[in-house]
């Protein structure tokens, strides 16, 4: 199954002067298990369009289906959509409450009326499965670092055993160490229990590194959508949009115009040092050596 959006389109402030078109005729199907990157810059309509995805914020017209069913059905269970369409905001400490970590990734297997017992074993495997240290398990989670704190708000989502994980700009102020670990352990989770992932991000980097589609907002509507060579092929659009390509792709198309043979749909590092070696095993050695000598000079 998949969630299908059907012609969605939102309005801030509808009927005062100040009225924002947010969304416009979307029209997206998403389907089970994929790792979906939503990219787009300020203002371009990411954040609300996942918001619409459980239903936090509602369509001003056009419908939205999750298994089949259209959720705005007057006796449609939005609370259980959102236990099965988990959302991660970019900033943590505005999902965290409770007084200890425990406490806080049981409360939502609690709201689904599981007994005491099985919403702490389900607190301690989501614990577990971010590679939390067992001994801050009873600590506050406003004592967290940066990073702690997104690995105990993205517990607290999978404790509900979603089928879908949003994450909003989940590694928005970290570190690059920080920011690999959490988006590793998304990969894993991904790999391991085979649920949708919907990663929204900034970073164009990140996004060609882990997921398979990207989904490109401008202005509201859906501007790009495929898989992350496709997509990115389109460079010259997205620097229109206010967007820009990884930097390995412009790496690469400076290379095909100086004569090099690479792969100009290479996204990520291990894609452009591959075809790099394989372009350059293809030159005579003498060019070889030349380019070589040139670019260790």
Do not use: C, W
């Not at 089970?32 to 914020?57: A, P, Y």
């Not at 517990?155 to 700009?169: F, T």
């Not at 206010?242 to 590092?269: R, S």
């Amino acid at each position: 199954m998949s969630i299908i959006l059907d012609k969605v389109n939102y309005v801030y402030s509808a009927d005062t002067s100040d009225r924002i078109q947010a969304l416009k005729d979307i029209n997206l199907e998403l389907k089970d298990g994929q790792f979906i990157g939503v990219i787009g810059h300020t203002g371009s309509g990411k954040s609300t369009l996942v918001q619409h995805l459980n239903g936090l914020m509602k369509a001003t017209s056009g419908t939205i289906y999750f298994n089949g069913r259209d959720i705005y059905e007057e006796d449609y269970n939005l609370r259980e959509l959102r236990s099965k369409v988990g959302l991660v905001f970019q900033y943590p400490e505005h999902q965290l409450f409770e007084t200890t970590i425990f406490d806080d990734v049981s409360f939502g297997p609690k709201n689904q009326n599981l007994s005491k017992e099985e919403a702490g074993l389900r607190a301690f495997e989501a614990l577990r499965s971010v590679g939390l240290a067992e001994e801050l398990y009873y600590q506050s989670p406003f004592d967290l670092s940066g990073g702690q704190k997104r690995r105990v708000a993205i517990a607290g989502v999978l404790a509900m055993r979603p089928e879908v994980l949003i994450l909003d700009e989940p590694t928005a102020g970290l570190d690059p160490a920080g920011r690999d670990e959490i988006l590793d352990l998304v990969a894993r989770m991904h790999k391991e229990r085979g649920i949708t992932v919907i990663l929204v991000s900034h970073s164009m980097e990140d996004v060609a590194k882990y997921v398979e589609r990207i989904v490109v907002m401008n202005q509201g509507s859906v501007m790009l959508d495929g898989a992350p060579r496709d997509v990115f092929a389109h460079y010259r659009e997205l620097e229109v949009a206010g967007l820009a390509a990884p930097q390995v792709t412009y790496l690469m198309h400076e290379l095909k115009d100086h004569g090099i043979m690479v792969d100009t749909g290479a996204t990520t590092i291990e894609e452009a040092r591959a075809t790099l070696l394989e372009a350059l095993m293809g030159l005579d050695a003498g060019r070889r050596d030349i380019y070589l000598e040139g670019n260790h000079a």
